[in-house]
């Protein structure tokens, strides 16, 4: 089944959907439903993580809708995350075979370093446990082909810092924390018509595919530098946990 959304060239030759969903926060019970609603809508790039606590039921809704003929596994692009516990040489495939196993998966079409601040090695059930222990990071942005998730909206609009440097270099920017019900309703819009790949979460299958529904019409150019002056570096996602930490991303940087 073919998708509406355009295609964004990767810097490797693979090629991502520009529109998203985004599964941080969607409870169990609930996340398995709107995954199965998003492939229905038209979404193949779904967006997931180790802490998020709810892969096992993401992957349940991909096989579901595989078994059920709506999409292939090679029409998807899923995303995953590598948790600040595993940084560890010596643990990272392990994560990510844990990860493959939940999402009933045999590859993923990427695969992110969460954070770069690293956290201690230890086994504990409660992810909280571990938000004070800190490790360096040894192999933060080693890779030749980075590609960066990002909290980005019309108060934090990166221009200067990712932006144009990411463009320049052919480095995609994934703005993964768009905060719409806190900025604006068409945030998104405003998102892909600055070129930025968005990920707007909802486990509510209405708001899924309203805010599907951003591709037949666009910004005026006057519209969107209209709204790049709103912004004022209003982060909502600090990391503040991480205050402190060799690798932390927001300090003594200005973004």
Request: include cysteine.
């Amino acid at each position: 089944m073919a998708s509406s959304v355009p295609i964004v060239k990767l810097s490797n030759g693979f090629e991502i959907p520009m529109l998203g969903l985004g599964t941080w926060q969607s409870k169990p019970g609930e996340v398995e439903t709107a995954v199965k609603a998003a492939i229905d809508i038209g979404y193949r790039h779904i967006d997931c993580a180790y802490v998020y606590g709810n892969e096992k039921e993401v992957g349940d809704a991909i096989a579901a809708k595989i078994k059920e003929g709506v999409v292939k596994r090679e029409d998807l692009f899923i995303t995953s995350k590598l948790w600040n516990t595993f940084h560890r040489p010596d643990l990272v495939k392990k994560a990510l075979n844990e990860t493959l196993a939940n999402l009933q998966l045999k590859y993923l079409d990427l695969y992110l370093v969460h954070w770069p601040h690293a956290y201690k090695a230890i086994l504990v059930h409660d992810l909280c446990q571990v938000k004070s222990s800190r490790e360096q990071n040894p192999f933060c942005l080693r890779n030749k082909d980075k590609f960066f998730q990002v909290e980005c909206h019309p108060c934090l609009n990166q221009m200067k810092r990712l932006i144009l440097q990411g463009q320049s270099k052919n480095h995609p920017l994934l703005p993964s924390w768009l905060c719409f019900r806190k900025i604006m309703g068409h945030s998104s819009l405003y998102q892909i018509d600055r070129g930025n790949i968005v990920i707007p979460k909802s486990a509510n299958p209405g708001r899924i595919a309203s805010n599907f529904q951003v591709f037949d019409f666009k910004l005026s150019q006057e519209d969107v530098q209209l709204i790049n002056t709103f912004d004022c570096n209003g982060r909502f996602v600090p990391m503040s946990a991480a205050v402190g930490h060799k690798d932390h991303p927001f300090e003594n940087v200005e973004f």
